[in-house]
């Protein structure tokens, strides 16, 4: 993949904060976004892409924790939810943040608490793309 500003060759795959996905080209420190050029995988429900770290929300199959990092309440919250989908439910994991406000109303502080803990996830493409 080569850099869409100076067009050199990217060798990372992580920026300094370690989020996948995202590089900083050492040439121009441009801030980059990774798009893929083609879907990693293809199932039942089409294609997608993988990526590690906290579900973002949506369905519960398209996530799979890991079974290293995640406490047994976070693997049973999304089996229970998985199963429920299976079954033909609709079921939707909320985002995993929040934020608290003061009495006038700034962002105090944002708590990161995922339903499902931390693992792989699938990124949805949508029809052509």
């Known amino acids: 993949m080569k850099c869409t500003i100076c067009e050199k060759p990217l060798t990372g795959g ?3 904060f370690g989020a996948v996905g995202e590089e900083v080209c050492e040439s121009c420190n441009a801030d980059l976004q990774y ?56 079921v939707t994991a909320p985002p995993a943040g929040q934020w608290f406000y003061d009495k006038d109303g700034n962002p105090t502080m944002h708590v990161l608490a995922p339903k499902y803990g931390i693992g792989t996830y699938k990124i949805r493409f949508e029809d052509g793309e």
């Not at 990092?69 to 439910?89: H, M, N, P, Q």
């Open 35 to 90: 798009e893929p050029e083609s879907p990693m995988g293809h199932d039942e429900r089409g294609p997608y892409d993988v990526m590690y770290g906290h579900f973002g929300g949506g369905d519960p199959r398209d996530f799979t924790p890991d079974y290293e990092l995640c406490t047994a309440d976070e693997i049973e919250r999304w089996k229970a939810d998985v199963a429920l989908a299976e079954s033909g439910e609709t």
């Open 14 to 16: 992580l920026d300094t």
